[in-house]
Structures are given as C-alpha cells and as structure tokens.
C-alpha cells in the first residue's frame, strides 16, 4: 500500500448524475493531486492543490469539480459528464519543500485510482 | 506531440526471461525520471528515480540506465517472473519549479509461463 486510498473503487454513472471521488492521504504530505488516465494515453494531471490551495488546473471542463478541505482529504465532484469521460481517475500526494518540487527524491505517491464509466 | 516516448507500446515475453523497455523524451530543461510499474487496476508505484548525472540504477532485478545526452532511458528485467506483468511507464521531471510530471503512453508487459 501507498499511503493513499481512493473510493469509490469503480463507478458507473449516468450523463445527469452527480457523484463524488474521495481520497485521503495518510503520509502527512503537503500536496495532493487528481490525474486521468485515458485506455493508451499517458496520464494527465487534472488538479494540483498545495497546502489546500488550488495551484493549477490544466484546462478541464467545469463538469470537474475539486475540493480539497485539508492536506489529507481531496474531493472531485462530478457533473452531467459525458461517455469520453470514462477512464481510471488517479490520485496522488507528495511533499512539497518550499513550493516548489526537491530536485532529487521527488516522488508522488498514488493511489489505486477509481474507475469510471459514464453510461 | 508527447514530450515522453515509450518503446515498444507491448511485449510479450516468455517467464525467466530477460527485456528491455525503451524512454525517450525531449522535455528539457530535465532534473530527474522516474520509472513507474502499474498493476492493472491499480495506481503507478515508483521502481526508480534518477537525476541526470547518474547513468545508472538498479532496484533488484530492474535496472535503469539514463543517457542525458541522448536524451534515452531503458529499464532492464532480469529474469522475469509472472508478477512483472503490468505497465511500465517512464515520468520526466522537468527542472521548471512546476509540479507536473511529463509521463510516457507506457509500454505493457506480459510474461507468460
């Protein structure tokens, strides 16, 4: 195990349905991530937040919702999506040093994703 | 175009068997890569890092090398065992303050009996 859990572990969902994906880090990092990973593409960051402040959000739709109430807990709320959106949503913590990545040792640690299909 | 390269995108190899995985990337400035394995269903987990002065690093019966000049990265599996069987994937750091990562398509490995 990584330290990072996600649930639900796989979701099926409706284009009109709202749900929620959890994960909570139990390694006192100070960063946490949401990534999606597409059948044959590489991973994609999402979401970035940094001592609970959002720090980049790589151009996704507003149907993506983060929350991110402490260091441990990340949230990304999910609304009227589309089938496209169907992947294995991944998330991940790391311990930031001052803002800004370690130039060695720098690591993310993932959880075991939640697969979605949007039906 | 993706910044990360991966080679061969699938393999198949016979257990006890020994491969080797191909990374080549233009991001740049680069401060260090990462090889990740992902078991199907699961979240990538780290087997190595390395910076760009080093050219080579083992992890048990995976070894990477780096060639910052030529901008390549290989992963080495030594004997292979049917537990080796999941997704390699190749993650650059780029030297830029940003957190993102710049990761490759990956390259599927089974091992068969």
């Known amino acids: 195990e990584t330290g990072v859990t996600q649930t639900p572990r796989h979701l099926v969902m409706g284009m009109t349905n709202k749900k929620s994906l959890k994960c909570e880090q139990h390694l006192g990092h100070n960063a946490m991530y949401w990534y999606k990973q597409s059948a044959k593409k590489p991973l994609e960051l999402m979401f970035v937040y940094n001592f609970k402040e959002q720090t980049e959000n790589n151009s996704v739709p507003s149907r993506f919702s983060p929350e991110c109430p402490n260091s441990s807990h990340l949230f990304l709320h999910l609304h009227t999506l589309q089938p496209e959106d169907s992947a294995l949503y991944l998330c991940a913590s790391s311990q930031d040093v001052g803002g800004r990545p370690r130039r060695e040792g720098y690591e993310q640690y993932f959880g075991p994703g939640t697969r979605l299909t949007v039906t | ?44 987990v780290s087997l190595t890092i390395m910076t760009f002065s080093e050219n080579t690093k083992s992890n048990g019966r995976y070894t990477a090398t780096l060639d910052a000049d030529t901008k390549q990265s290989s992963l080495h599996i030594t004997a292979s065992q049917l537990s080796d069987s999941a997704s390699y994937i190749c993650v650059v750091i780029p030297d830029t303050g940003r957190r993102a990562l710049t990761f490759g398509s990956g390259t599927r490995l089974q091992v068969q009996p």
């Open chain 2, 1 to 44: 175009k993706n910044q990360v390269e991966q080679s061969p995108q699938s393999l198949i190899i016979l257990e006890g068997k020994n491969c080797t995985l191909q990374c080549n990337y233009t991001v740049s400035p680069f401060s260090n890569l990462r090889w990740y394995k992902q078991d199907t269903g699961r979240g990538p």
